[in-house]
């Protein structure tokens, strides 16, 4: 995932002056994102490039060898800058790109050479039309969005139709009977949120009067139920039970989402962490039960009870709202951080969203050339997607759990995190090709931690569960990859020691085997990583240790892997 840029104005608060070398280290950034926006013209476009807002990723044949000679033309240009840079901190930013775009090639390789790639051909379509129809796009732009969707059901000149382009590339790819295929669950999920997706589409153009469109989305629609018709007659029936990723696959996973620990000992901390917060939750919830003369004081039946005070429709903007009002009251008084002057996003999903994202998340803000757009806390209350039973996911619909939930993703989570990013003039470099899951969704869950001692009781018990259900992730992702375990057995898991909704579990379970593979388990080693760094932070400062300082200083480095963050910040104390 791209993140951001710097030199913006966002509402309320004026960007920094640009330094020289991070002006410097932009330009080289720039040259790169330039060479991208032509295999992944949607991708720039959400990140702010403009000039591609028309445009679509072409996979017509050759699209692996235009992939590959991307990375080394990107290689070669950064190579050649880095043997002339005599600034340190250009250096270092030279050296972020770098590894990011000889990683982007190792990945090339290794598909081509372990996988067969099936396209959701839905999710990529409202992808690519969402990143143009938005609150935040300007209206002049959006009119793109048509000329973008007649591209993909190939009624523009020069255009193919995209779904009959994704179908070439997978049956070329089956051709090396080495390739793996899809999983059957895989294969299965996409036939079902594809449609949505597509209905999804109209729905975005309605909603912001683009006319025309009909014609086009029609047409797509047959090509995508004609391709979806192909997966399920050819494909599934050839696709393996089996989702495991080739271990040189999986362990390349780990590593892009910034987890550097073995799967082995991260399943084992992980397990240990876990059994140790249940114990705490325990605790906790014996209180909880005494004070609301609750017939259970096990903590799983107190966390049933609390999930009863469900949040309507029409309550929960409201209550989230109201949450965070709360939650910066009290960042401002124990001055943990510096927050923005400017109120938080918060919205529900659409089906289209939640079939595409069931779980609750932030949509990151136009990152490059930002106006003043902003980052956005998207709420999906159902997984139209499950996998049979009830699809609610009420884990985070009631009041306690909002504590947690309203930290990690809006404040001081990961809306203040890439905020911080645009406002403080972080490079490009730092912000979009330093950019891991590690770094990110560890600050979130370490944000959850800080604000924990001054929620209510009931939000405490919620701020734990939470935490556990992220240790959970951090061993049951490597032992469903590893065989440990089976789907089945993950699910009941979930379902019956972690205490998640039948909706979450579902959507859990398909992250690990084959949504995302090994991106959960980056939760719980971020956090453990900035907790580690906190108390070498807090024995060299010893009693000058300030946490304001400290969170900003974190804040202000960007999206750096977690070892180079360690030595910026304990540098940057000193």
């Known amino acids: 995932m791209h993140v951001m840029l710097l030199a913006a104005l966002l509402a309320g608060t004026d960007a920094p002056p640009t330094q020289a070398w991070v002006a410097r280290s932009n330009a080289i950034a720039q040259q790169l994102l330039q060479q991208?926006?032509?295999?992944?013209?949607?991708?720039?476009?959400?990140?702010?490039?403009?000039?591609?807002?028309?445009?679509?990723?072409?996979?017509?044949?050759?699209?692996?060898?235009?992939?590959?000679?991307?990375?080394?033309?990107?290689?070669?240009?950064?190579?050649?800058?880095?043997?002339?840079?005599?600034?340190?901190?250009?250096?270092?930013?030279?050296?972020?790109?770098?590894?990011?775009v000889r990683r982007s090639g190792r990945g090339v390789d290794l598909e081509a050479q372990y996988l067969v790639p099936v396209h959701n051909v839905g999710e990529e379509v409202f992808s690519g039309i969402k990143t143009l129809l938005d609150d935040q796009i300007?209206?002049?732009?959006?009119?793109?969005?048509?000329?973008?969707?007649?591209?993909?059901?190939?009624?523009?000149?020069?255009?193919?139709?995209?779904?009959?382009?994704?179908?070439?590339?997978?049956?070329?790819?089956?051709?090396?009977?080495?390739?793996?295929?899809?999983?059957?669950?895989?294969?299965?999920?996409?036939?079902?949120?594809g449609p949505m997706e597509l209905e999804g589409v109209g729905k975005l153009f309605q909603k912001y009067g683009i006319a025309g469109y009909e014609p086009s989305l029609a047409e797509l629609k047959k090509q995508a139920a004609a391709y979806d018709a192909w997966l399920k007659n050819d494909i599934l029936p050839k696709a393996p039970a089996d989702f495991r990723l080739p271990p040189p696959v999986y362990a390349f996973a780990l590593e892009a989402y910034g987890v550097t620990e073995p799967p082995a000992q991260l399943a084992a901390d992980a397990h240990a962490a876990y059994d140790g917060l249940h114990k705490e939750m325990q605790a906790l919830a014996t209180e909880i039960a005494k004070e609301r003369h609750l017939p259970k004081s096990d903590f799983r039946d107190v966390l049933r009870e609390l999930r009863k005070e469900q949040l309507t429709e029409t309550t929960i903007l409201p209550h989230y709202q109201k949450r965070l009002a709360e939650i910066e009251a009290i960042i401002q008084r124990e001055h943990l951080v510096t927050l923005p002057k400017r109120e938080c996003r918060i919205r529900l999903a659409s089906e289209a969203e939640s079939a595409r994202m069931?779980?609750?998340?932030?949509?990151?803000?136009?990152?490059?050339?930002?106006?003043?757009?902003?980052?956005?806390?998207?709420?999906?209350?159902?997984?139209?997607?499950?996998?049979?039973?009830?699809?609610?996911?009420?884990?985070?619909?009631?009041?306690?759990?909002?504590?947690?939930?309203?930290?990690?993703?809006?404040?001081?989570?990961?809306?203040?995190?890439?905020?911080?990013?645009?406002?403080?003039g972080v490079s490009q470099a730092r912000a979009i090709y330093a950019f891991n899951s590690a770094n990110v969704e560890g600050w979130g869950l370490y944000s959850e931690s800080i604000i924990a001692p001054y929620m209510s009781k009931e939000g405490q018990l919620l701020a734990l569960w939470m935490r556990s259900f992220r240790a959970a992730r951090a061993f049951l992702d490597p032992e469903l990859q590893a065989g440990r375990i089976t789907p089945e057995q993950a699910m009941k898991f979930l379902e019956e020691d972690t205490v998640c909704s039948h909706g979450l579990a579902s959507e859990e379970v398909d992250r690990y085997t084959f949504q995302m593979p090994g991106q959960a388990t980056s939760y719980f080693f971020g956090y453990s990583q900035l907790r580690a760094l906190r108390a070498e932070a807090e024995k060299q400062q010893g009693k000058s240790f300030n946490a304001g300082r400290f969170h900003d200083l974190v804040l202000a480095q960007g999206a750096l892997p977690l070892g180079m963050l360690h030595d910026a910040v304990l540098a940057q104390l000193k």
């Open 358 to 424: 069931p779980a609750p998340h932030m949509d990151g803000p136009r990152l490059v050339n930002n106006h003043g757009e902003q980052g956005v806390f998207v709420l999906p209350v159902s997984n139209p997607v499950a996998n049979g039973g009830d699809s609610r996911i009420d884990d985070f619909l009631n009041a306690s759990a909002s504590w947690g939930l309203a930290a990690h993703e809006a404040r001081p989570g990961h809306e203040l995190q890439f905020a911080s990013m645009v406002e403080r």
């Open 36 to 100: 991208e926006a032509t295999v992944s013209p949607e991708g720039v476009t959400e990140l702010g490039i403009e000039g591609f807002d028309e445009a679509i990723t072409n996979l017509a044949p050759g699209y692996e060898d235009r992939r590959r000679a991307l990375a080394k033309s990107e290689e070669a240009l950064l190579v050649g800058r880095l043997a002339s840079e005599t600034d340190p901190q250009v250096k270092e930013d030279l050296k972020i790109m770098l590894d990011a």
């Open 138 to 193: 300007a209206p002049e732009r959006r009119k793109a969005a048509l000329v973008r969707l007649r591209k993909y059901a190939g009624l523009e000149k020069g255009s193919q139709p995209y779904a009959s382009l994704a179908r070439a590339l997978t049956e070329e790819a089956m051709k090396n009977p080495k390739r793996q295929m899809p999983s059957k669950a895989e294969i299965e999920k996409d036939l079902k949120a």
